[in-house]
Nanobody
């Protein structure tokens, strides 16, 4: 199983980023996928989750209305569209399913 995140970077407050996670080594469409984040000195927290077929999504209260999780099962990829970014969104963002984690991608929101 391999999960490879991309799309992180430095963005100004109010800006947008789209994270991608390319998955391989398992039947992607059968598994729910999650995005977590971990800020310096803080515990890793669940940001968003999506069911295998994509019909059910859940979000942390802190990102509701600003972030959107989606997936393309034909491409074995899950996305996290992040809008109206705030400095407190700064963290390493990780893709996850079951016991498997990607390497993370850094998102920094700063002017």
């Amino acid at each position: 199983v391999q999960l490879v995140e991309s799309g992180g970077g430095l963005v100004q407050p109010g800006g947008s980023l789209r994270l991608s996670c390319a998955a391989s080594g398992f039947t992607f469409s059968r598994y729910a996928m999650n995005w977590y984040r971990q800020a310096p000195g803080k515990e890793r927290e669940l940001v968003a989750a999506i069911s295998g077929a994509g019909g059910t999504t859940n979000y942390a209260d802190s990102v509701k209305g600003r972030f959107t999780i989606s997936r393309d099962n034909a491409k074995n990829t899950v996305y996290l569209q992040m809008n109206s970014l705030k400095p407190e969104d700064t963290a390493v963002y990780y893709c996850n399913t079951h016991f498997y984690w990607g390497q993370g991608t850094q998102v920094t929101v700063s002017s």
